[in-house]
């Protein structure tokens, strides 16, 4: 197998994202929020950084960028994402409503968790 290739997309990332952090922490604010997975990008992160900065700073920097993900998705779910869901789901909505009580809320939290197609912002 020929590693050129590989070398190539870690120099290329490093010289993209290690001098324009800002581009790496905007896609990891981001992109999560619309169903790309954030483990490539906190991958990324680790490359393009790490020649950079110290390892506790990689860390403090994907871990605010996944901070202003979840508030953002959450913030969005909570506020507009709930009218939307309902217009979505249609006559299905009134399920929504028979959802009572903690231990229902619960096992509807298990399960959508546990379900491995359900993105991790739609589950916010």
Do not use: E
């Not at 190539?8 to 324009?20: E, F, K, M």
């Not at 605010?64 to 006559?91: D, I, P």
């Not at 929504?96 to 959508?112: E, K, Q, S, Y």
């Amino acid at each position: 197998m020929d590693l050129s290739l590989l070398d190539n997309v870690v120099r290329y990332t490093q010289g993209l994202l290690g001098t324009h952090p800002v581009l790496l922490f905007c896609s990891i604010a981001i992109l999560p929020g619309v169903g790309v997975p954030a483990s490539p990008l906190l991958l990324l992160a680790g490359v393009a950084l790490a020649k950079r900065l110290s390892l506790l700073d990689v860390f403090v920097f994907c871990l605010s960028a996944l901070f202003v993900n979840m508030t953002w998705t959450f913030w969005l779910a909570r506020t507009q994402g709930r009218t939307v869901f309902r217009k979505f789901m249609g006559r299905y909505a009134s399920l929504l409503d028979r959802v009572d009580g903690p231990a229902t809320l619960v096992d509807f939290a298990i399960i959508t968790r546990l379900t491995p197609i359900i993105p991790f912002a739609v589950q916010n």
